[in-house]
C-alpha cells in the first residue's frame, strides 16, 4: 500500500515568482506612459533590447515635445525676458523677488515655525522638509501670501507646465552632521528623463560655505549629443554601479559633461530673497559645504507631472486636494513598508522642533 505523503510538496519559489512577473508585466508596459525611470524596478524600461532600439530616447523626446507645447501654451503668463532667460539657460534666476517687509516677516514666520516634519538622510547630509498644506499654512499668513502671489505662482506653473501651483516645503538642507559617505546629490546629475521644475527661495544668503545649487546652463536642452549620452547609458545602466543611476537618476562625470559641449557648472552665491526656478532634467548638484556642519533655509517646491499629458490642467483646488491625498498615501505605504522590513523609511517621520 502507498503511503500517503503528510506534507505534500511545495510549488518551488522560482514559478510562484514567475508567475507574479507575468502578473506584473501589462502594468509595467502600461508604466512607459507614465513619468516612471527606473532601469533596475521596471524590466520594460530597462529592457537592453528595447533600449537599443530607442525605447528610452522615443520617451525623452515625446516627453520634451508635450512639455514644450504646454510651456507654450502657458508662454503669455510670464514676460518675454524671463521666457528667453529660461529657454537660453534652463532656470529664472530672481533677486530681491518679495518686497523687503514682506520677505522679512516670511523669513521670521518660518524661522519661528514648529511643525511635525520629514527628513532624508543621504551620505552625511539631512535633509528635513514640512510640507506647506492647508492645516499648516493657515499658521503662516506670510507663507499664504507668497503661495497667492501671482508673480510667484507664474514662474513655477511656467517651467513646471501646469496652471496650478506646485507642491511646497520648508526645506533645510544639513550638510556633514552625519558619519558616512558624502552626499550623492553633490554629483552632477538629470533627476529624471522628462522636463520637470524646482524652485527655491532662499532664507538664508547661500555661498561656498553651504552647499549652493549649481546648474549647468543649456543642460536642459535636448541636443543630438544629449540624445546619443542618454542612449548610451540606457543600454549600460541597468547592470551600472550607481544605484540612483540605475533608478533613471543619471549621474554625469566631468569627462561626460565636457563631450556634450556644455559650459562649466554655475554655483549660484546669492543673497537671500533670491529666487530660483530651474528645469532639473537639466545637469545640476547640490554645491560641496566648505563648513562642517553647514545649512541652508529655503522654501521648496517641486513639480513632476505626467510627461505624456498635453495639457497643463486645470486651475482647481479640488485636484490639489487630490495631489495631496495622493502624496500622503504614498507616505503611508512607504511607512508600513519600512516598518514590516524592521527599518526607517527614506523619508522618515520627525517630531516638531527636530
Known amino acids: 500500500m502507498t503511503s500517503v505523503p503528510q506534507n505534500p510538496p511545495q510549488r518551488p519559489k522560482s514559478v510562484g515568482l514567475a508567475f507574479r512577473r507575468v502578473l506584473a508585466l501589462p502594468f509595467q508596459i502600461l508604466s512607459l506612459g507614465t513619468g516612471a525611470k527606473s532601469f533596475i524596478d521596471n524590466p520594460v524600461i530597462g529592457s537592453v533590447w528595447l533600449n537599443r532600439l530607442g525605447l528610452h ?3 525623452l523626446f515625446v516627453a520634451d515635445r508635450v512639455m514644450a507645447f504646454r510651456r507654450l501654451l502657458l508662454a503669455p503668463t510670464v514676460s518675454a525676458a524671463d521666457r528667453a532667460a529660461f529657454g537660453r539657460d534652463g532656470f529664472i534666476l530672481k533677486a530681491d523677488f518679495l518686497p523687503a517687509a514682506d520677505f522679512a516677516a516670511l523669513e521670521a514666520e518660518i524661522r519661528a515655525f514648529r511643525a511635525p516634519g520629514r527628513e532624508c538622510h543621504q551620505g552625511d547630509t539631512i535633509t528635513h522638509r514640512i510640507l506647506l498644506d492647508g492645516e499648516t499654512l493657515a499658521r503662516l499668513p506670510a507663507a499664504r501670501r507668497l503661495l497667492a502671489d501671482r508673480r510667484y505662482r507664474r514662474l513655477l506653473g511656467y517651467v513646471a507646465g501646469r496652471l496650478r501651483i506646485p507642491g511646497q516645503w520648508v526645506q533645510t538642507i544639513r550638510s556633514g552632521v552625519l558619519p558616512g559617505l558624502p552626499d550623492p546629490q553633490t554629483k552632477i546629475h538629470a533627476d529624471t528623463f522628462q522636463p520637470t521644475m524646482k524652485a527655491w527661495l532662499f532664507l538664508d544668503d547661500v555661498d561656498g560655505t553651504n552647499g549652493p545649487f549649481t546648474y549647468v546652463p543649456g543642460s536642459h536642452r535636448l541636443t543630438w549629443k544629449r540624445a546619443k549620452f542618454e542612449w548610451r547609458r ?59 556642519p553647514a545649512s541652508r533655509l529655503e522654501i521648496w517646491s517641486m513639480a513632476r507631472t505626467n510627461p505624456f499629458n498635453p495639457l497643463p490642467g486645470l486651475p482647481f483646488r479640488l485636484f490639489d486636494r487630490f495631489d495631496l491625498a495622493v502624496y500622503r498615501f504614498w507616505l503611508t505605504v512607504q511607512d508600513r513598508r519600512a516598518a514590516a522590513k524592521g527599518r526607517q523609511p527614506a523619508w522618515r517621520l520627525v517630531p516638531p522642533g527636530e
Do not use: C, Q, W, Y
Not at 556634450?260 to 560641496?288: C, M, Q, S, W, Y
Open 57 to 59: 530616447v522615443l520617451r
Open 234 to 292: 540606457s543600454i549600460t545602466e541597468k547592470m551600472g554601479p550607481d544605484i540612483l543611476s540605475a533608478r533613471g537618476s543619471f549621474r554625469v562625470s566631468p569627462d561626460e559633461l565636457a563631450g556634450l559641449d556644455l559650459p562649466p557648472p554655475r554655483a549660484f552665491a546669492v543673497r537671500k530673497n533670491t529666487l530660483i526656478v530651474a528645469d532639473t532634467r537639466g545637469l545640476h548638484r547640490r554645491g560641496d559645504a566648505s563648513l562642517r
